[in-house]
T-cell receptor
Framework: KNEVEQSPQNLTAQEGEFITINCSYSVGISALHWLQQHPGGGIVSLFMLSSGKKKHGRLIATINIQEKHSSLHITASHPRDSAVYICAVLRGSQGNLIFGKGTKLSVKP | EAGVTQSPTHLIKTRGQQVTLRCSPISGHTSVYWYQQALGLGLQFLLWYDEGEERNRGNFPPRFSGRQFPNYSSELNVNALELEDSALYLC???????????FGPGTRLLVL
């Protein structure tokens, strides 16, 4: 079993829809990242969370440490949101990130 | 402020050859991480360098190695290339003690 599980694996939405991507993890962590990867391969860090909720524009990320679960929400989705969204957890002393397999999002106009 | 830079952007090698990939972290960042994203697979951790020392290593064979220089830039070396080494290699950097990692654009390696 992977230490970081994401769902769904693929997601197709119509422009304007509210989108939720889920991430569950089975290890102790010091922080959780949500990353965005566009087809060219470049990765952008969207959020880094250790508790609670963060909002940036149309993106909202939440984390429940007790339940070992995080969600990424996109409000009023747009075709430019089409990308792979990756959840990654940081196990503090080990330094490196452990990644989920990603959620491929396609937003249709 | 410049982000994390990597070179080259693309590389084609043949089986058995050796390759060196380079990464320059954001100014002021002392930690450098290397990750591999093979086709169809998720991102996997390769190496972590901080203050010139290797701090952690992922589950990769010894032919994957690297180093960090006094200016905190880093090299990833892969010896005796195999077809399955074809992947996107990503470098990330962070400040010591900070948890946010910033990613470079990656080097896409194709092994024929």
């Amino acid at each position: 079993k992977n230490e970081v599980e994401q769902s769904p694996q693929n997601l197709t939405a119509q422009e304007g829809e509210f989108i939720t991507i889920n991430c569950s993890y089975s290890v102790g962590i010091s922080a959780l990242h949500w990353l965005q990867q566009h087809p060219g391969g470049g990765i952008v860090s969207l959020f880094m969370l250790s508790s609670g909720k963060k909002k940036h524009g149309r993106l909202i990320a939440t984390i429940n440490i007790q339940e070992k679960h995080s969600s990424l929400h996109i409000t009023a989705s747009h075709p430019r949101d089409s990308a792979v969204y990756i959840c990654a957890v940081l196990r503090g002393s080990q330094g490196n990130l452990i990644f989920g397999k990603g959620t491929k999002l396609s937003v249709k106009p | 402020e410049a982000g994390v830079t990597q070179s080259p952007t693309h590389l084609i090698k043949t089986r058995g050859q050796q390759v060196t990939l380079r990464c320059s972290p954001i100014s002021g960042h002392t930690s450098v991480y290397w990750y591999q994203q093979a086709l169809g697979l998720g991102l996997q951790f390769l190496l972590w360098y901080d203050e010139g020392e290797e701090r952690n290593r992922g589950n990769f064979p010894p032919r994957f190695s690297g180093r960090q220089f006094p200016n905190y830039s880093s090299e990833l070396n892969v010896n005796a290339l195999e077809l399955e080494d074809s992947a996107l290699y990503l470098c990330a950097s962070s400040q010591t003690g900070e948890e946010t990692q910033y990613f470079g654009p990656g080097t896409r390696l194709l092994v024929l």
